[in-house]
């Protein structure tokens, strides 16, 4: 290894040092208490050479977000190899994405803090960038399973571009967790399982695009069942709760 290489090598230690450590740290005491300098000295590191790496919070944030993604990724890369309907496939996307909330729960609010306005435009480009590419292929799985239907007579995209009808269940899956996680704001008692319900959406929705096979989004049976099978035969490692 050349003097070079040698150097982007330390260079790329000491960054996941930082991040280790700001994870622990958020763990340990919040993330509203998080401080540039707890970091650094953590780490054994003046403040100077933090923001050698990070040129502020915000981008810190993102990195750690972005640093996070790859058990996100992990999840929908099960489901894009798995063999079955694309239909199936696509509600597997929400099925890993609700695992990944459950089993992730602290990178979980971090990433909904880090793509908020005030972090997300308050961070470098470069940042933006590093967090867009490792969200890349979250994104690459869902479209590959849209094209592969409509390719196969499953879907009628209907004048849409696949980013433009996986849009949907993103923003769907999205906007449930922000409704499930910041209390008070949907009376639980009177809506039930939220994420059940966002389910039922879903295929409200596949249904709308005429996606095959057809399902009865008021079977909660069938449906329950659906997401037993999943969890079975996608994440048979891994508890689903």
């Avoid at 602290?106 to 590419?133: G, I, K, N, Y």
């Avoid at 695009?209 to 329950?224: I, R, Y």
Wanted: glycine share 6%; proline share 3%; charged share 25%.
């Amino acid at each position: 290894m050349g003097t070079k290489e040698r150097r982007l090598r330390e260079v790329e230690v000491r960054e996941q040092l930082f991040l280790d450590a700001t994870r622990e740290l958020i763990r340990q005491e919040g993330l509203l208490n998080l401080q540039m300098a707890r970091i650094a000295e953590k780490c054994d590191y003046a403040v100077g050479t933090l923001y050698q790496h990070f040129g502020s919070k915000e981008d810190l944030l993102v990195a750690l977000a972005a640093d996070n993604l790859q058990h996100r990724v992990d999840l929908f890369r099960r489901v894009g190899e798995w063999r079955a309907t694309t239909r199936d496939r696509m509600i597997g996307i929400a099925v890993a994405d609700l695992m990944f909330v459950r089993l992730y729960p602290e990178h979980f609010r971090l990433a909904q803090l880090a793509f908020t306005e005030v972090v997300w435009d308050a961070a470098s480009p470069e940042r933006r960038r590093m967090a867009l590419d490792a969200l890349e292929p979250m994104v690459l799985v869902c479209h590959q399973i849209i094209e592969e239907a409509e390719r196969c007579g499953d879907l009628q995209l209907k004048g849409m571009t696949p980013q433009q009808l996986g849009l949907g269940p993103a923003a769907m899956t999205l906007g449930t967790h922000t409704m499930v996680h910041v209390k008070g704001v949907v009376d639980l008692g009177e809506m039930g399982d939220l994420y059940l319900l966002m389910m039922k959406h879903l295929h409200c929705l596949l249904n709308g695009f005429g996606w095959l096979p057809l399902f009865e989004p008021s079977d909660d049976a069938a449906l329950k069942q659906m997401i037993t099978r999943i969890c079975s035969e996608v994440f048979n490692d891994i508890v689903c709760r």
